[in-house]
């Protein structure tokens, strides 16, 4: 048999966007957004490792920041193995409408594309948002990429809305409760996890009776890739320490 | 005119690591007069679906046995069948599929002696069983004057010849990783068929190919799968269609490994000239697909 070499156009493994959305708020000031940053900075050699284990998808990854606006901490996904994470200061209001905003923009195609896997957004917010927020997560929620992401949310303190959380979520159990240092830095690194799930997903029938748990037909099923069995029990984790 | 039938499956990348078995199927029966059935059905890998290989093995023999039977009804009346698949792809012969292949997954499941769970109202919960065996389904009837297509669930299946590439049927497309399933109650209404009238010998040579998802989902954008599949074609009238037969399982393997990591299925009908010399002569025939292997 003669060994021809392979036709065809370019290969490539899947795109997994990674974004991780933080509220950089006043309230946030100090210990909060030092531990997200020191607990958000640790997780990525570990995100690195997994994705390394799965060389059939290809993990980007960046960060949102919103407080009085928001913005792009890098431009431009940037490959896991070259994310470096930019310590993020606290100040100024929860502008969260226009960080949806945002998120909406790179989540429709293009710039997505349609062969990507299921997006991984995960918000961290410990307050209320101070603009009107509805209009652009509706928006987000409707995107077909929006309505397949994977959402998570990490409720940092009391002073959280978690109902608004709820609403990016779509599912209750994904909003990540951390009223402490300790719970805050577990729940990062469980919601970054997300993406060696989302790696190396099995085929599924759409639909299926066990995905089907969305109420809100903007909700998506998406995040039952995750195994919700192993989140942290918040309430085990520096139960004495408060924010 | 001859013509050449051959295609192959590949464990993906992805479940050589986690030591998935490949849960694709596929099947080609070429008739006495020549006309062509080709099946491709890709099991779905997730957990609740840990049957799917053999519900995939089902799916591609249903098909050609539902197809096969009706062509020989029509007895060489391609004109009559061509009309009654036109009006009755969609509902009569997709619902056909749907019942047959579920009929043979509860015989299947039954021989086996597996588990049936229970409806709160006592009855047997034949859903959960199906799930257990999820697949999508390809397939393409090629007669001398015009093709048939079925599709439920992702796969594309392609046209290529001299003047390009056609697509025989446009899928809907679901983003991520969900797809359309045979395992769904009334999963006939999300099957979508094709009835085109194409003559091959018009444009020799030419080719079709049904490819699972696997395939079009490792290149970087559509326009390099189609350029793909151009170039399958390419390779068969330089190099033979065996000599692309025998190469096929390192290309797909390679494809996953560097691509999406899923399973890859990949069947080919293939038309040439007579007047174009064979590199390296092969009979097509029916591939058999024990369904309770």
Not at chain 1, 17 to 41: L, P, R
Not at chain 1, 107 to 134: C, E, F, H, N, W
Not at chain 1, 180 to 202: D, G, H, Y
Not at chain 2, 26 to 55: E, M, N, R, W
Request: charged share 25%; net charge negative; hydrophobic share 35%.
């Amino acid at each position: 048999m003669a060994n021809l070499k392979r036709p065809g156009g370019e290969l490539a493994s899947r795109p997994l966007h990674f974004i991780w959305v933080v509220d950089c708020s006043g309230s946030m000031y100090g210990e909060k957004i030092g531990t997200v940053n020191h607990a958000i900075q640790s997780t990525i050699p570990e995100m690195a490792d997994a994705a390394k284990d799965n060389p059939n998808a290809q993990l980007l990854v960046r960060t949102l920041k919103f407080s009085t606006g928001a913005s792009w901490v890098t431009t431009a996904p940037v490959p896991i193995e070259d994310f470096a994470w930019d310590d993020l200061d606290a100040g100024g209001v929860t502008d969260l409408g226009k960080a949806f905003e945002m998120l909406a923009a790179q989540l429709t195609i293009p710039p997505m594309t349609d062969r990507a896997l299921p997006p991984v957004l995960v918000l961290l917010s410990d307050g209320q948002p101070t603009d009107d927020y509805k209009k652009s997560l509706d928006k987000l929620l409707h995107l077909p990429w929006g309505k397949k992401a994977v959402r998570i949310a990490i409720s940092i303190g009391q002073d959280a809305d978690d109902d608004v959380l709820e609403q990016f979520t779509g599912n209750r159990e994904l909003v990540l409760q951390a009223n402490n240092p300790q719970a805050l830095v577990k729940m990062i690194k469980w919601a970054s996890t997300a993406a060696s799930m989302v790696s190396a997903p099995a085929s599924r029938p759409k639909d299926a009776e066990e995905f089907a748990v969305p109420k809100d037909p903007s909700a998506s099923n998406a995040p039952l890739v995750l195994d919700m069995n192993n989140i942290p029990d918040p309430t085990s984790i520096g139960a004495g320490d408060v924010w | 005119m001859r013509q050449n039938v051959f295609g192959r499956s590949v464990q993906g990348a992805s479940h050589i690591r986690s030591g998935t078995e490949c849960q694709d199927s596929y099947k080609k029966k070429v008739c006495d007069d020549g006309t062509i059935i080709l099946s491709v059905a890709d099991g779905h890998g997730s957990k609740s679906c840990p049957f799917s290989k053999q519900g995939s093995k089902i799916a591609v023999n249903v098909f050609c046995s539902v197809i096969e039977n009706l062509y020989e009804g029509y007895a060489g009346n391609l004109e009559q069948l061509l009309t009654y698949l036109n009006r009755e792809g969609d509902t009569r012969i997709s619902k056909a599929i749907d019942a047959e292949w579920k009929k043979r997954i509860m015989e299947c499941h039954k021989k086996h002696k597996r588990e049936i769970s229970s409806l709160e109202n006592g009855e047997e919960d034949l859903m959960s069983v199906y799930k257990q065996y999820g697949t999508t389904l390809l397939g393409l009837l090629i007669t001398k004057t015009f093709v048939f297509a079925f599709q439920l669930g992702d796969g594309d299946i392609c046209y290529a010849h001299e003047d390009g590439l056609e697509m025989v049927i446009e899928p809907e497309k679901i983003l991520g990783i969900e797809t359309h399933s045979l395992s769904r109650e009334n999963a006939w209404e999300k099957a979508i068929t094709g009835v085109r009238r194409i003559n091959v010998e018009d444009s020799l040579p030419a080719m079709f190919s049904l490819s699972s998802d696997g395939f079009a989902n490792s290149y970087k954008s559509e326009d390099e799968f189609h350029t793909t599949i151009i170039d399958y074609l390419k390779m068969i009238n330089e190099h033979g269609a065996k000599a692309v037969e025998d190469n096929l399982p390192s290309w797909l393997s390679e494809t996953s490994s560097m691509g999406c990591g899923d399973d890859i299925t990949m069947l080919i009908a293939y038309f040439a000239s007579d007047a174009i010399p064979e590199t390296s002569p092969e009979t097509a025939e029916e591939s058999e697909v024990p369904e309770n292997g």
